[in-house]
């Protein structure tokens, strides 16, 4: 089977497009963004038909060249990588985006720390109303005073 490299763009609404197919392997070209915001893409694959190779070509390019969600933003946030799926508002996470959220797997821009993140969802979860952030963080603070406290001296003399 012959080898062959598809290269193309992919425009700011995530939509590929095909340049061109080339038979034989030519090297792939950089992920860079074009002037006019469009990325370039290229993907070498093996295939019986240049057609066919342009479909695995999309098929790898919208799969596995795409990092899928690698951030959580700000609730209510519309920004471009929210758009085209690279992040997502904190208010539109799934429960799968959230443990990874948690693990420390997906980058935090939201403006608040995981903790006060977990705490709220605990909350939400019980029925109870959440105290804020500033409380959570007052109090985690005096929780951990507490407990330095109580190792620095366990006898509690």
């Not at 012959?2 to 061109?20: E, H, K, Q, S, W």
């Not at 370039?40 to 295939?47: E, Q």
Request: hydrophobic fraction near 40%.
């Amino acid at each position: 089977m012959p080898t062959y490299t598809v290269i193309g763009l992919r425009d700011d609404d995530g939509t590929l497009l095909v340049a061109g197919v080339l038979l034989g392997e030519h090297g792939t070209v950089d992920t860079a963004e074009t002037t006019d915001g469009m990325t370039r893409w290229a993907v070498a694959v093996t295939a019986d038909t240049a057609d066919q190779a342009e479909a695995l070509a999309i098929d790898e390019a919208q799969n596995d060249g795409d990092p899928g969600v690698i951030r959580v933003d700000p609730p209510g946030c519309g920004c471009t990588d929210c758009l085209i799926g690279w992040s997502v508002p904190l208010d539109y996470i799934t429960d799968q985006q959230r443990q990874e959220l948690f693990a420390g797997d997906l980058d935090n821009a939201t403006g608040r720390a995981v903790g006060a993140i977990a705490g709220e969802h605990a909350f939400a979860r019980l029925g109870l109303t959440w105290p804020g952030d500033e409380k959570f963080a007052a109090v985690r603070g005096d929780l951990r005073d507490a407990f330095g406290a109580m190792r620095s001296d366990p006898a509690g003399s």
